[in-house]
């Protein structure tokens, strides 16, 4: 049965991790900063929601969680955002999680609609995007949903950019620029990014 949190309480579905490991509450001299507007929610059906998570021996970072009016977070299995992680949602914008991680330093920037899969394996300092925030004159809407399959790894710096959808098994290259689809089981690498093999198979 999905339970939604308000986000001024989110730290209760943190401590279901460890207490070891649990950010402070909002107000505190912890390393995470939580900012709610009314009527945001972060809905776990079944799932959780792990803040500020981080390998042994490595250093906390200051992290941020901000969801703006109307906002939603919905996760529906296991995902741990690590250390040094922002995550910022605009009024009314959505973002659902499946299952996985998202290592240190990551950014989602969730303007509208983002989608992340089941087991999927996002890198260090990986930048996730539904909008450019501003539009050349004649090239279409600044906004569009990234959606990431099933059982992707993204590599470390790569950036994600609007409109993408990145197919089940799909790899994408550290330091890759996003800017198209990614055929399922695709490798893609470089700025932009471009397929560099197909038929891939990841562990």
């Known amino acids: 049965m999905a339970r939604a949190v308000r986000v ?18 909002a107000g505190g001299r912890g390393p995470c900063v939580r900012r709610g507007r009314p009527n945001a929610r972060i809905t776990l059906s079944d799932g959780l929601l792990h803040l500020g998570a981080r390998w042994p021996h490595f250093a906390a970072l200051p992290c941020v969680l901000k969801l703006d009016s109307g906002a939603a ?41 983002i ?9 260090p300092d990986v930048v996730i995007r539904d909008s450019d925030n501003h539009a050349l004159a004649g090239r279409g ?28 098994g799909a790899v994408v290259a550290a330091g890759a620029v996003v800017t198209r689809d990614v055929a399922p089981r695709s490798l893609v690498g470089g700025v932009p990014a471009r397929v560099l093999r197909t038929g891939v198979q990841w562990q």
């Open 8 to 25: 001024r309480h989110v730290e209760s579905c943190v401590a279901m991790a460890g207490a070891r490991d649990r950010p402070r509450p």
């Open 73 to 113: 977070i919905t996760v529906k299995g296991r995902f741990r955002l690590h250390t040094g992680f922002v995550c910022a949602l605009a009024p009314g914008a959505r973002l659902t999680l499946g299952s996985g991680y998202m290592n240190y330093r990551g950014t989602i920037d969730c303007f509208a609609d």
């Open 115 to 123: 989608r992340i899969g089941d087991r999927v394996a996002i890198g």
């Open 141 to 168: 809407p600044a906004t569009a949903p990234v959606v990431i399959g099933d059982d992707v790894w993204i590599g470390q710096r790569a950036m994600i950019l609007k409109g993408v959808t990145i197919g089940d």
